[in-house]
């Protein structure tokens, strides 16, 4: 019976509570109104909603585009990516982020041409742009294109962006060297992209008492659990019975 009581008092004061978009409503369920909804909250599917709703009602507010564009690419949904930044960019042409954001996506569909296209439109307009460089390289690298891959890869290591790009740089450049029968070049670059990851913090940590795939191949919750296991020496109870 008690528990009955919590459910309906429950329920009552979901029911009851003003929702943000009950205040988008109060405001007239203009775009901004809901571009700054998505803005505000904390969940991916919610953003997107709410981002949707804002192009319903504007479809030239860019930024929507482009917010959505970027949850997309976070969920793996390169298409949706690819359609979001090419409506961003007819509407705002002059931002290399965008160009740079849209050839990841079309590299990550295998679409290596296009992908190339848009890293030269991003370098045009940012030749510092570290990370163009790198993601160009491996697109030119699964193009056959290992000289100008090398080139690239070498550009965006000396450019020194942020330590995700370097260790992506000198992986893919390990990768060329390695294509080109270079494997002691591979090597010290495949040393220097592990050095270099962020990724691998908890491997790096660990790595005496796991290996280098394994820790990869677990994801980040995956390392999480493992360091907890090492730490702790948690074990998993058998369940009992009446379970």
Request: a neutral charge.
């Amino acid at each position: 019976m008690k528990k009955l009581i919590f459910s309906l008092l429950a329920v009552f004061l979901l029911a009851s509570a003003p929702n943000i978009e009950n205040n988008a409503q109060a405001y007239g369920e203009s775009a901004i109104d809901y571009f700054n909804l998505g803005m505000q909250s904390s969940m991916a599917y919610k953003k997107i909603e709410y981002f949707t709703k804002a192009l319903e009602l504007n479809p030239r507010l860019a930024l929507a585009y482009e917010k959505r564009g970027l949850f997309y690419y976070f969920q793996e949904k390169y298409d949706k990516v690819i359609e979001d930044y090419t409506r961003y960019i007819r509407l705002v042409p002059d931002k290399a982020d965008a160009y740079r954001l849209l050839g990841m996506a079309y590299l990550k569909i295998g679409n290596y041409d296009k992908a190339i296209v848009n890293f030269d439109s991003a370098i045009n307009m940012a030749p510092e742009m570290s990370a163009a460089f790198s993601y160009r390289a491996e697109a030119l690298r699964l193009s056959d294109q290992l000289e100008s891959a090398l080139q690239d890869a070498t550009k965006a290591i000396a450019l020194n962006g942020d330590p995700r790009t370097i260790s992506d740089a000198y992986k893919t450049r390990g990768k060329v060297y390695q294509e080109m029968g270079a494997e002691n070049l591979a090597d010290a670059d495949f040393k220097k992209s592990f050095d270099m990851d962020p990724r691998l913090v908890f491997y790096k940590y660990f790595s005496s008492y796991a290996s280098l795939d394994a820790m990869r191949n677990a994801g980040l919750f995956g390392m999480i659990g493992i360091a907890f296991i090492l730490v702790f020496g948690y074990k998993i109870k058998p369940p009992k019975k009446d379970e």
